[in-house]
């Protein structure tokens, strides 16, 4: 009778060994995934707030805010990964600031 316990006991630590690396496993993937997501939103964060300061200095500098994206390029040397972002740049009218959205495009 002893040696079926310890068989029963074996054959759990033999199920339980590789469902506790599962779990490891998958909170690993899911932390990852977090960070991921975290990074990817503090990315698009930066990018608008250096379109928004690009057009200030314009501002600062010339009296009108920049006309379109080209000219923030051309001028101020902006550089956007256009592969991974879409910007949507509105000018209104020279004095006013420019409506600036930016979209992560799907991978």
Partial sequence: MGKKKSGAAALRRGLLLPLAAA????????????LESGRSEEDL????????????ACYAAEGVYPPDLDY?????GLQIDERRYTV???AF?????PDITVLENAP
Avoid at 23 to 34: G, I
Avoid at 72 to 76: A, Q, V
Wanted: hydrophobic share 45%.
């Fill in 45 to 56: 964060r930066r990018l608008e707030e250096t379109l928004r300061r690009s057009c200030v």
């Fill in 88 to 90: 949507k740049y509105s």
């Fill in 72 to 76: 923030l390029k051309e001028h101020y």
């Fill in 93 to 97: 009218a020279e004095n006013l600031m």
């Fill in 23 to 34: 779990a490891v496993l998958l909170w690993f993937a899911v932390a990852v995934d977090s």
